[in-house]
Structure formats: C-alpha cells, structure tokens
C-alpha cells in the first residue's frame, strides 16, 4: 500500500545547529513531493514542494529538500536553526497512481532550545 | 490576498449532538478539500470538491459526515450524530485546480466531542 513515513516523532535540535527531517515514500513512480509547516493552533504553510526537475528545491524560510530516487526519500533541511522553527513538519505526496489526493505522514515535531 | 477562511475556530458538543462547520476559499480557487486532523496524525483527506462536484469522497464517513458546495464557492462540512473519535481540527484547504497546483490550508476548526 502506498505510504508516507517520517520515522522521527520528535527532534531536538539547538538553535543554530543543523537540521535535516526524514521523509520516506512507498510508490511506484515518482509522486509529487511536498513539505508543510504547522505552528501550534495553525493552519498548514507550504515550505516547498518538488514536481520534476532539479532534485534538490528551495524553499522558504531557509529550507532546502532533496529528491533522491534511489532511496525513495525526500528529506528536509536547513543549516542553521532558528527558535521559530519550533513546529510540526509534515511530508506529504501526491500520486497520479493513487488519484491525486494529497497524503501526509504522521509529522515530525522540532523542538528548538537555546 | 485573502486566505482560506473556516468558522468556527472551536467547538464543544456532546456526543450525539450535531455541528457544521463552513469555509471559503481563495478566490477563483475551483478545488476544495477538507481534511480531518486527529490529535498526533497527519491530516486524512475527507472530501475534494472540483468545482461544485465531489471529485473524492472515499475516506469520507458517510453516515455521519456530510459536504456541499452547492454554487462551487464556500462548503459546509457537518457531522450528525458525533461521535467521541471525531474530536479532531477540520482543515479545508482550496487550489486553483487539481495535481500541480499548490493547496493552501485554513487555520482550521477544532472540534472537541464530550
């Protein structure tokens, strides 16, 4: 059955310190590829997303992913964290083979201390 | 430009009890969806309007839940009779058009069921 797995639950990082979230799909070809941002209490915002292409896309707020086909993962990134990253990360696909809904994984919360 | 708007932000019912909750679009945006978030999960999508027709109900609960977009612009999304399980935050969500173009979430309405 096709999946979207983000193995991490919870991440802790320092501010300053790199950040990399992990984003694994289980589909046959290669679907679209999203990442979104929840702040608490907060609707969804799109940090970047990859149709085609150059496999590693830049988004907002400083983040980076990069599509690798081999490993089926899309994993984000970003050099130097922020206190206001602090939030929940969800990786979500979108898949012609699946009817084109937009599927997320279970999240990954970032916990960012000074 | 506006956002995606969605009220009420929160509601407490007993379970039983029947609720609706309502959102408009950004403007010109001819898909809507509304996702169901429970406490910890990614959202799960419930519905997806294209236009004023459903395109994707599958996932949708059919005996309690319901969705319209009658004139293909604001929906309602109600649940009748609740249930404890659907305590969670609804999320809609509007794009222009279907796979390729971005979705834009709403802050959602939460929903606890006593």
């Known amino acids: 059955a096709q999946s979207v797995t983000q193995p991490d639950i919870h991440i802790t990082v320092s501010e300053g310190a790199s950040l990399e979230l992990r984003c694994n799909y289980s589909y046959g070809a290669t679907p679209y590829l999203f990442w979104y941002v929840q702040s608490p209490g907060q609707g969804l915002q799109l940090l970047l997303k990859y149709f085609s292409g150059d496999t590693l896309v830049q988004g907002i707020k400083g983040f980076e992913a990069e599509f690798k086909r081999s490993q089926s993962s899309f994993n984000l990134r970003k050099p130097s964290v922020h206190w206001s990253d602090a939030a929940e990360y969800f990786c979500a696909v979108v898949s012609m083979e699946y009817g084109n809904k937009l599927v997320f994984g279970a999240g990954t919360i970032l916990r960012v201390k000074s | 430009e506006a956002g995606v708007a969605q009220s009420p932000r929160y509601k407490i019912i007993e379970k039983r009890q029947s609720v609706a909750f309502w959102c408009n679009p950004i403007s010109g945006h001819a898909t809507l969806y509304w996702y169901q978030q429970i406490l910890g999960q990614g959202p799960k999508l419930l519905i997806q309007?294209?236009?004023?027709?459903?395109?994707?109900d599958s996932q949708l609960p059919k005996d309690r839940f319901s969705a319209e977009r009658l004139k293909g612009v604001d929906s309602t999304l109600k649940i009748q009779p609740a249930k404890l399980e659907d305590s969670a935050v609804y999320l809609c969500?509007?794009?222009?058009?279907?796979?390729?173009?971005?979705?834009?979430f709403g802050e959602g309405s939460w929903l606890t069921v006593v």
């Open positions: 309007f294209q236009n004023n027709g459903v395109v994707d």
């Open positions: 969500a509007s794009s222009f058009r279907d796979l390729g173009s971005t979705i834009y």
